[in-house]
Protein backbone atom coordinates (compact mmCIF):
# COMPACT_ATOMS: atom_id res chain seq x y z
CA UNK A 1 0.00 0.00 0.00
CA UNK A 2 2.62 2.51 0.61
CA UNK A 3 4.23 1.25 -1.99
CA UNK A 4 1.46 2.41 -4.15
CA UNK A 5 0.68 5.58 -2.52
CA UNK A 6 4.46 6.47 -3.15
CA UNK A 7 3.78 5.97 -6.73
CA UNK A 8 0.64 8.38 -6.91
CA UNK A 9 2.16 10.79 -5.04
CA UNK A 10 5.21 10.90 -7.37
CA UNK A 11 3.09 10.65 -10.48
CA UNK A 12 0.82 13.82 -9.66
CA UNK A 13 4.52 15.72 -8.48
CA UNK A 14 5.46 15.25 -12.12
CA UNK A 15 2.33 16.11 -13.71
CA UNK A 16 2.49 19.50 -11.59
CA UNK A 17 5.84 19.63 -12.86
CA UNK A 18 4.85 19.54 -16.08
CA UNK A 19 2.08 21.72 -15.89
CA UNK A 20 4.22 24.68 -14.46
CA UNK A 21 6.52 24.24 -17.44
CA UNK A 22 4.25 24.61 -19.90
CA UNK A 23 3.53 28.51 -19.06
CA UNK A 24 7.33 29.19 -19.51
CA UNK A 25 7.46 27.97 -22.86
CA UNK A 26 5.08 29.80 -23.60
CA UNK A 27 6.33 32.81 -22.45
CA UNK A 28 8.82 32.91 -25.10
CA UNK A 29 6.31 33.15 -28.20
CA UNK A 30 6.51 36.58 -29.82
CA UNK A 31 3.63 38.06 -32.00
CA UNK A 32 4.56 40.20 -35.02
CA UNK A 33 2.52 42.99 -36.64
CA UNK A 34 3.44 42.20 -40.67
CA UNK A 35 2.86 43.77 -43.62
CA UNK A 36 3.20 41.26 -46.63
CA UNK A 37 4.41 42.07 -50.51
CA UNK A 38 1.11 42.92 -51.71
CA UNK A 39 0.41 45.46 -48.22
CA UNK A 40 -1.69 43.03 -46.44
CA UNK A 41 -0.88 43.68 -42.70
CA UNK A 42 -1.07 40.56 -40.11
CA UNK A 43 -0.10 40.01 -36.52
CA UNK A 44 1.88 36.21 -36.72
CA UNK A 45 3.55 34.15 -34.21
CA UNK A 46 6.91 33.56 -35.79
CA UNK A 47 9.91 36.07 -37.13
CA UNK A 48 9.41 37.93 -40.27
CA UNK A 49 11.83 36.87 -42.76
CA UNK A 50 11.51 33.09 -41.41
CA UNK A 51 10.48 30.13 -43.57
CA UNK A 52 7.12 30.30 -42.40
CA UNK A 53 6.72 34.14 -42.78
CA UNK A 54 8.33 33.94 -45.85
CA UNK A 55 7.53 36.97 -47.68
CA UNK A 56 6.38 39.52 -44.61
CA UNK A 57 8.35 42.38 -43.25
CA UNK A 58 7.85 43.66 -39.57
CA UNK A 59 6.49 47.02 -39.28
CA UNK A 60 5.70 47.11 -35.64
CA UNK A 61 7.70 46.65 -32.36
CA UNK A 62 11.28 44.95 -34.05
CA UNK A 63 11.49 42.81 -30.74
CA UNK A 64 7.83 41.71 -31.07
CA UNK A 65 5.11 41.89 -28.76
CA UNK A 66 4.63 39.65 -25.28
CA UNK A 67 0.94 39.08 -26.18
CA UNK A 68 -1.47 38.79 -29.33
CA UNK A 69 -3.65 41.69 -28.11
CA UNK A 70 -0.88 43.79 -27.64
CA UNK A 71 0.38 43.11 -31.27
CA UNK A 72 -3.65 43.55 -31.95
CA UNK A 73 -3.16 47.05 -31.14
CA UNK A 74 -0.29 48.01 -32.54
CA UNK A 75 -2.08 47.10 -35.46
CA UNK A 76 -5.00 48.82 -35.56
CA UNK A 77 -2.94 52.20 -34.33
CA UNK A 78 -0.66 51.90 -37.52
CA UNK A 79 -2.54 49.86 -40.07
CA UNK A 80 -4.31 52.88 -41.93
CA UNK A 81 -0.96 54.71 -42.70
CA UNK A 82 0.81 50.87 -43.69
CA UNK A 83 -1.61 48.66 -44.77
CA UNK A 84 -3.44 48.28 -47.52
CA UNK A 85 -5.54 45.91 -45.42
CA UNK A 86 -5.30 43.88 -43.17
CA UNK A 87 -5.70 39.57 -42.90
CA UNK A 88 -7.46 38.01 -39.88
CA UNK A 89 -6.32 34.46 -38.87
Given at each position: MR????????ASGVLV???LAAPALAAGEK?????????????ILDKPGTALSAGKTSIGAAA???TMDAAKTALAEIKDEKCEGVVVG
Open positions: KLIATSVLAAGYFVTVDTVGMCSVGYD
